[in-house]
């Protein structure tokens, strides 16, 4: 579904707010490489440019890579190659960088394989996001289209596999503008709600959401959303 979601994921993307604090934390100190995996439409990669000799970019959606070489093009930003890879690929062409981000992108089914993947290209620091709390979806919007949603772990979970890998990860936070925030008409509630579960949703679902929309029963509880910053450095190991 992220070939759907490429274009709207590509409006806002490069003027986020998130992309440039998760840039802010990152230590660039003796640092020349980087490794942007699920780098998305490549807004990190294209805000880290100028700080970086070189930069890898892997997503496993061609439209996505598609948008992340526009961005590159219209930024500047000549030091990128962006490929197209998935976590369960082979990665004995991925090449080991100073950095590697992976952003937003840990939702899936075997963690620790992942991050034993991301770490074996992690020459310095790791730097993840992972979302706080279970679900990207209110709970009430779930309700009214009559719609389970596995909620999956959050953060805290993250941080356990990475000590019980024996790292020692530290830990911030970055409050970044939500997708499903205030919509002002039915309508834009409808896309922004079929945004974040995944660009799926049945004519009956859209029309329960419409009627929601126009009840007593909506009002927007969240315009952000919190994301946990963690970083792992290859030193810290216990």
Same mark, same amino acid.
């Given at each position: 579904?992220?070939?759907?979601?490429?274009?709207?994921?590509?409006?806002?993307?490069?003027?986020?707010?998130?992309?440039?604090?998760?840039?802010?934390?990152? *230590?660039?100190?003796?640092? $020349?490489?980087? #490794?942007?995996?699920?780098?998305?439409?490549? +807004? @990190?990669?294209? =805000?880290?440019?100028?700080?970086?000799?070189?930069?890898?970019?892997?997503?496993?959606?061609?439209?996505?890579?598609?948008?992340?070489?526009?961005?590159?093009?219209?930024?500047?930003?000549?030091?990128?190659?962006?490929?197209?890879?998935?976590?369960?690929?082979?990665?004995?062409?991925?090449?080991?960088? *100073?950095?590697?981000?992976? $952003?937003?992108? #840990?939702?899936?089914?075997?963690?620790?394989? +992942? @991050?034993?993947? =991301?770490?074996?290209?992690?020459?310095?620091?790791?730097?993840?996001?992972?979302?706080?709390?279970?679900?990207?979806?209110?709970?009430?919007?779930?309700?009214?289209?009559?719609?389970?949603?596995?909620?999956?772990?959050?953060?805290?979970?993250?941080?356990?596999?990475?000590?019980?890998?024996?790292?020692?990860?530290?830990?911030?936070?970055?409050?970044?503008?939500?997708?499903?925030?205030?919509?002002?008409?039915?309508?834009?509630?409808?896309?922004?709600?079929?945004?974040?579960?995944?660009?799926?949703?049945?004519?009956?679902?859209?029309?329960?959401?419409?009627?929601?929309?126009?009840?007593?029963?909506?009002?927007?509880?969240?315009?952000?959303?919190?994301?946990?910053?963690?970083?792992?450095?290859?030193?810290?190991?216990?």
């Amino acid at each position: 579904h992220w070939d759907k979601k490429a274009p709207s994921f590509n409006e806002g993307v490069m003027k986020s707010a998130y992309a440039r604090e998760f840039i802010d934390k990152v *230590d660039f100190t003796g640092v $020349s490489t980087l #490794l942007d995996f699920a780098c998305g439409a490549g +807004a @990190l990669s294209v =805000l880290a440019a100028d700080k970086l000799e070189r930069i890898y970019g892997f997503d496993f959606s061609p439209k996505m890579l598609e948008f992340a070489e526009k961005n590159a093009q219209a930024y500047g930003a000549k030091n990128i190659k962006f490929a197209q890879k998935a976590f369960e690929d082979d990665w004995s062409d991925v090449p080991a960088c *100073d950095v590697v981000f992976a $952003s937003r992108c #840990l939702e899936v089914d075997d963690l620790k394989t +992942a @991050l034993n993947k =991301l770490l074996s290209k992690t020459k310095k620091s790791l730097y993840i996001t992972f979302k706080v709390g279970g679900s990207f979806v209110d709970g009430e919007i779930l309700d009214a289209i009559g719609r389970e949603v596995e909620q999956k772990p959050d953060f805290v979970y993250l941080l356990n596999i990475l000590f019980q890998m024996g790292y020692l990860p530290s830990l911030s936070y970055i409050k970044a503008q939500c997708h499903g925030g205030g919509a002002k008409s039915a309508e834009e509630f409808v896309q922004k709600t079929r945004w974040m579960l995944g660009g799926e949703l049945s004519g009956t679902e859209e029309a329960r959401l419409a009627e929601y929309f126009n009840s007593d029963k909506y009002e927007p509880k969240r315009d952000f959303m919190h994301w946990a910053f963690v970083r792992v450095d290859k030193t810290d190991e216990l």
